[in-house]
């Protein structure tokens, strides 16, 4: 990606023998990813969305059928050759039905956490810093819509998360013992992370179906597609409530728990028919 001539000099370094400035995008900017991301959604336009996804560099194209496949293919391989974009062969994976794509593995209509990711997590020693604590809640949470009421689950551990450079730095070095509650979140959150965590992909040709519910501590919700063979699980969410929102009616804590289902899946739900379930 080309840098204009008025902003090379921002990106300009020294060394003992002399002076130099980038002429393309380099790795490393603070704003690089998010320049990089507008620029490759703007060469794949209409296919974006159609049959091609992208996170920054990485592309995955998905077809209904070999053939289509093909099209699909020889289209983006065009749109980049004229873009003057190169592919690495070796990073490649053409025609699976089956791919791992940002930690996810996708196959036969069902998604999945990838399985190096997964073992990563299992592997992980109890934490004996605020540092660790963190890092391992961070990581779960990426595979937080796999698992119902991962918010009440890993509130124990949340603490540990820092809110300033200052915490950040400090959480390094300090030394921890976790309480009973922290170990029981813990390997709570690492026996759900040994089951089998599936999810579907949305198929609009099956009706929604958004199952909601409160407790003292929170709200829960799932959402669903309604198949032949039963309901399937697309995504879970979960939220603790602030002090306040504990202070709510039940009637109020249930339907904050439709609210933010809404706001959290409107891309799938807005503008069409769907169940709602709910206790109250």
Known sequence: VPLSKEDRPRTAFSTRDNHYQFTVLPQGITNGPATFQRVINHILGPARWQYALTYIDDIIIYSKAFE???????????????????????????????TDYLGHNIKHGEIRPSPNNINGLLNTR?????????????????????????????????????????????GQKTRIILTDDEIKAF??????????????????????????????????????QIYPEGDRPIAYLSKKFTTAQ????????????????LDKWNNYLNG????????H
């Open 68 to 98: 289509e496949h093909v099209s699909h293919l020889n289209d983006i391989c065009t749109i980049l050759k004229n873009a003057r974009f190169r592919l690495n062969p070796d990073k490649c994976e053409i025609a699976r039905t089956q």
């Open 126 to 170: 109890l934490p004996q810093t605020p540092d660790e604590a963190c890092k391992f809640v961070k990581a779960a949470e990426y595979y937080r819509k796999f698992i119902p009421k991962f918010s009440q689950i890993a509130e124990p551990l949340r603490k540990f998360v820092p809110t300033t450079r200052t915490q950040q730095k400090k």
């Open 187 to 224: 390997k709570q959150l690492k026996k759900f992370l040994t089951t089998d965590l599936v999810l579907r992909i949305p198929n609009n040709r099956f009706p929604f179906k958004v199952q909601t519910d409160a407790s003292d501590e929170g709200i829960g919700a799932v959402l669903l």
């Open 246 to 261: 504990r202070k709510w009616s039940p009637m109020e804590q249930e339907c904050y728990a439709f609210i933010c289902a």
């Open 272 to 279: 069409i028919k769907f169940i709602w379930e709910t206790d």
